[in-house]
């Protein structure tokens, strides 16, 4: 039943650190989510405690991309993923083995970016908006060896995609990001986000589609001169 | 077939961005402060309440405690007041108190004006004179007392 991702390209590209885990036929999340639930059915906290650390670091990155696109705010993204994590191990016995740990933690740290997000909306009603986000240092997908002129393409180029991304509907990015920055499935995404399979691809479809138009019109534009 | 070259191109490209815009905010170090958080965050879940001691002061008072002997003063010193209230009931008029002696003097003053109720009455400056008289034979301590307060008369000289 799982669907292959569209992501084929991007995983050959992409460098080891960047490969993800395959969640067939059990992941290693999962496997460690299921010793850390026998662990504390036992009433050996202290144990589950320390296998925790294991599941945590290898969820962690994720969880903050995942995060960081949601709330666009470090701060924010930080207290979520922590929040999501400590959640995970408060309910950990609720964890049912047969799913995937990964769209189980996706559905709860995504559920906490929302109501992150709402409260953020409610309190910024009463205070002035920053102007802009300091926080975030500028982005260099690049190798830091390249040279002044590559880099400068290179964050030229990645201010257009941060800005052509902010311009997609919210739906369809966190679709995106799940399938692409999260790399889940589209079944895997449409459990973590309670939507129907066909769904979650006309969503992402979209989004490619925007982005797109949004992106090689520019780079036609660029030819062009 | 080019389409979805180009368009494997373009997400590669984007996914790419969006995960070093992510990476470039949370390094390793912040990732290792994160872990270490959470893993303080659950094992404070785990601890139970810390219940804090009621205050000292506000304890409830403990028992009254005495001693025999105190109990025995006691019950002596309410003996004592006892026999000095009979005593002093019983000891003659004139060793009661001092202020009776003055009650007595107003009364025969009293008596005297009234044995001259027959007689012309006398102006008010009369009147007051034989009242200050009266207020004279005062115990000492309350002439000073006596000092200080206004003369009727005087009231009226200032209006």
Known sequence: MRTPPRRAVAHATAGPADQPERLHPRSKASEVAGAIKALVLAGERDAARDRFAELVACQQRRAVRIAYQYLRDAHDADEAVQDAFVKVFTHITTYREELPFEVWFTRILVNGCLDMRKSRARRLRWVLPASSNTDAPPIEPVAPQASPEERLVASERAKEIAAAVEQLPDRQRAVFTLCHVAEHSTAEVSQALGLSEATVRVHLFRAVRKLRKLLGGEREQKAKL | ?159
């Open chain 2, 1 to 159: 077939m080019s389409d979805h070259v180009s368009d494997d191109h373009l997400i590669h490209d984007v996914a790419a961005t969006m995960k070093a815009e992510a990476d470039a905010c949370f390094p390793d170090e912040r990732l290792s402060r994160q872990q270490a958080k959470i893993l303080q965050r659950i094992e404070q879940e785990g601890r139970p309440g810390r219940v804090i001691a009621f205050p000292a002061g506000h304890a409830a008072a403990p028992a009254l405690r005495t001693a025999p002997v105190a109990r025995w003063i006691a019950a002596a010193a309410a003996v004592a007041f006892l026999i000095g209230l009979l005593a002093g009931q019983r000891l003659p008029h004139e060793f009661q108190r001092p202020n009776a002696r003055i009650a007595t003097a107003a009364s025969t003053a009293t008596a005297g004006t009234t044995l001259r109720a027959s007689a012309p009455l006398p102006s008010d400056d009369e009147f007051l004179g034989e009242v200050e008289a009266a207020a004279d034979s005062r115990p000492a301590v309350l002439q000073h007392l006596d000092a200080l307060t206004p003369r009727a008369w005087e009231v009226e000289v200032g209006q």
